[in-house]
């Protein structure tokens, strides 16, 4: 079975300012997907980003990049000039075989 | 259409009532999952299905019935709940059922079982 591990349940960051959030996972799979989805306060859950396991290089999206380690299966988003609106509740996941593990969640504050 | 749409986004119900979740998509997806959400927690699957076939179930209890009718429609039948039942139901869909595919997820139905 897989684990998805989110080991910061809060944070904040300064309006503008760089934060990166962590996500470790755990499988003995070698081909499966990695997901970063963000969920606004009575909002619907959004996808921020995606990395396929079988790519070396880092998936990037505008200012929300990862730090994707495969052999230490670590998995980090960083989101830079952070804004207002990434106010979030933000969950890490792991899909593989057609079913989606989900880490605890990591709660962003951004603070004006 | 990128939208996954959920009707009723409220329901309340007791406990020998009988009600519907009702999700609806027309990106021609044909994965369609339930998932079940606490307040401050991660979503919680119940149940895939791909290509209208129920292809998981997650040990759900019986009380909550799933039924996809078509490939853009996605039912969860709900008898007898308990109040422990009462949660966020999130339905999402994904182009297949296969590894690739992100979730595209609805606002959610909120249920409160009195």
């Known amino acids: 079975a897989q684990t998805v591990t989110q080991s910061q349940p809060e944070m904040s960051v300064q309006e503008a300012e760089t934060v990166t959030l962590s996500c470790t996972y755990d499988?003995?799979?070698?081909?499966?997907?990695l997901f970063w989805y963000k969920q606004p306060p009575s909002r619907q859950m959004i996808l921020v980003i995606r990395q396929e396991a079988y790519k070396q290089q880092n998936a990037t999206e505008n200012r929300f990049s990862v730090n994707f380690q495969k052999a230490a299966k670590s998995f980090s988003l960083k989101i830079s000039d952070s804004q207002l609106g990434d106010t979030a509740m933000y969950f890490c996941?792991?899909?593989?075989?057609?079913?989606?593990?989900f880490g605890d969640g990591t709660t962003l504050t951004v603070k004006p | 259409d990128t939208e996954v749409t959920q009707t009723p986004k409220h329901l309340v119900m007791g406990m020998t009532n009988k009600k519907s979740l009702k999700c609806e998509q027309h990106m021609g997806h044909r994965a369609m999952y339930w998932y079940k959400q606490k307040a401050k927690k991660p979503p919680e699957l119940m149940f895939v299905y791909s290509y209208e076939k129920l292809s998981i179930n997650e040990s759900v209890p019986s009380r909550f019935s799933p039924e996809c009718p078509n490939s853009s429609l996605l039912n969860l039948h709900l008898h007898a709940l308990q109040p422990e039942d009462s949660a966020l139901y999130l339905c999402a869909s994904s182009l297949t059922g296969q590894n690739r595919g992100e979730l595209f997820f609805g606002e959610g139905s909120r249920l409160t079982v009195l």
């Open positions: 996941a792991f899909m593989n075989a057609g079913k989606s593990t």
């Open positions: 499988t003995s799979e070698n081909n499966y997907y």
